[in-house]
């Protein structure tokens, strides 16, 4: 009986069904008709061609699903076609191939990339290969590291991923002209090459003509013609499948190939370096990567590296927290947020008539928002500032505080998400705002007036400042304890009406407090990862940035660790030491090939539970090598104090001179200085040369400066180092002076990831302590935090954690650690190590802070009976080494 009941209420269940469904898809016909009546109506009245930047009738995740099924079934030949704008194929005007995502070439809407399609890329040769991803903060670093990986197994396959700016060919994209000097020309920055490359993708049309010829293509083609870049294979483009890797792809697997051989290979192809590298991506055992290619989850989607059941190396480790920290941080101006506002009433204003309901409220949504973001930047409306301070204030919200100020917490945040996945609606409006500025410029250029795409001039047409304001709301829906919101006003004086008004140079900043939640997520995807670096120690700071004070098993290993050297025999451990922390999945977890990564709990949520390893080393360096000096008074017995209320004492900086001066009489070859920031430098040099200190520096030693900009670094470097090779011990009478003196700031361009091997660095002085500044809102919270949490320790039982003094000295310490750590680069290297500041002879933690190798075992620095005596040391140190 019961089973007759059933077969009738499924057949009758399964009639209902089908009725209901012949309905569904009779309506959407319906619906279909209507809405194509109307858009062929108003598509009359708009501009040509702005009819593809409508955004499509919004569904909900149900209603997708549901009209999905309704498509299996009934879809026509204009139904197809609306799916493929609404898949985000062809949202910028232009059709979009999926190859675009499987080749590693760019989407034709620039920055947004399908996160789906992208990852898919995993399959292709060397697919099953277990991939090795070594990552580190610069590309010399990567380079140092593809040397090395030549000299020992030279047929292992790497790919050596650099930007476009590193490996374009094309001149036209690389370089700007100077405005009336046809002849000068100087070096784009990242995002203009990045631009107008992605310009060319866009205006490539391949052609059989095209193929192989090289010097037709040079001559026909430049950034502004409209055929594509000459040095693109354009089978990449033309194909419908998957192309087969270009030759110059093969070439750089067949040998370790670093920046700078993939570009002079790609020179002698006249080949895109850039795109090859990216071909060859599958084929790959190792891949070289900057850090925030790899950090960042959006990068790694747009590449389609995936690192499933690969492995992950990141080296210089100590760097690892900031630079996850910088990934997943989100910067608006009110700039942005006002240029927002206008694209999108813009869009709104167009299209209103043709807009479903659904979109419409979630567009007003959007509106309401960043009208309330831009006016709470507005100083008079924020009222967050002190009146008439000449200082600019910043005030940090846990985010919760920040939506019931701008009165926008009962939004819920996942569904504008939800509807900006969906609706593309950033690509969208990029594509209307691009279209409506190409027609401008059309009239403004028929009407005789010069835009010129030069850099000042330079508005970015591959992201929209919505696309900004979409990455700032994505960061609203992270956990409370993640991250907070800092907001920043600028000085604005009570007459500067239009500053206070137009609230220029305010911001928000979306800053990440804990980095672990994101660390994670690296670390559940990956087979393994390794941190490996020379300024770990120590190991429970690193453990508890990468994987949270929560994790107390972690931290107890990390603890233990460092308390017992955690290297096998060898005890010469301490901070400044290679060492290595190797964080793998617990043991269920190492069976990730067979795709048993995590455990599931019984509420059904998936646990992950990484463990730590730790491994440490000594210092290849015999002890002997090196020679430690610390220096709390100088040559007229002044105390050498740099806390920040006597650095600046005309008596402080004087004495410094002197000392320094009177090291650069014993030292041979190169010097390295070491200043705590680039203002204190200058206010050195300033003094120095006030007094003629500078001058007598001069005659003893050529005297280099650490440039601000980035692009200086090289030619500094350069000649700095042939000053130092010229002038070796034994040409002193000849020459007059004694080798080089290299002017640095601790952490900034030559504080980290230069080799200042043999006689570029016999000699590293340190000035000072560079303690980073309390005043910093980040750094407070993060301090606060910690505090909270060894407190909450203290209470019950003690926890391996650290509080937030022990996480401020770290800091400071290691950066002083990865300045000593530039000079003594192998194992027959030798230099001397002269620290100035009484901090280092009076606080027993700012020695014990330095690496193990360094104080070699000594509870306490080294003592002179004067300054004299320490030259003499430091003369003999040197003579007993060039004997
Ligand atoms: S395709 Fe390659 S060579 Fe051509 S513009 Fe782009 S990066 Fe430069």
Redesign the pocket.
Known sequence: MTVRHNLCRADVLAGRMEHRKQARIESRRKRKSVSGERKTKLNTSLVGGMEDYCVENYLSEDEVLRSTDDDSDGDDEEGRKDRGILDGHSLDGSYRPPKFATTGLPSRSGEEVDETTATATATGPGTGVRKIYYASRTHSQLTQFVGECRKICPDIRIVHLAS?KQ????DA?RYNSVPGQKKQRHLAGEAIVTE??LD?MKKHKPSSGEKGEIKKRKSSTDASGNTG?P??PPQSLSSSSMPPPPSLALHSLAYPSDIDALRSLSESSSC?G??ASRTALPAAEIVVLPYTTLLSRSSRSGLGLSLQGNVVVLDEGHNVPEAVRSCSEAHLTANIIDQACTEVAMYAERYIERLAGRNVVYINTIRRVLNAMAKFLRIEEGGAIDEGSKKSASQIFTVTDWLFECRLESINWFQVQKYFERSGLCRKILGFTNSLARSQNRQSKSSGSNLNDQEETFISCHTSALSKVREFLVCLTNTETEGKILVEWPSCSETDESCRKNSIGSSLRYVTLDPAIRFTQLLEESHAVIVAGGTLRPFVHIAMELLGHDNKEALWLAHSADSSDGCAGNDRSAMMKPTTGVLTKDQEANTMDTGAIVVTSTAGRLHFHPSLTTFSCGHVVPPSNVHIVTVSHGPTKSTLDFRHFSRAKNDTVDELGRTVLNICNVTPAGTVIFFPSYGYEATVVGRWKETGLWECLGRRKRVHREPPNAREVEGVLKAYSSDVAAVAPQTKKERGYLGALLLCVIGGKMSEGINFADDMARCVIVVGLPYPDMGDPQLKEKMKILDAVSKSERSGSKGPGIGGRAYYHNVCMRAVNQSIGRAIRHSKDYAAIVLIDVRYKSDRRVWLGLPEWLRKDRESPPSHANFGKLLVDLKQFFKARTL
């Open positions: 476009r490996l374009c060919l094309n994209v107008r490359c060319l870049c040095y693109l895109c850039y795109y």
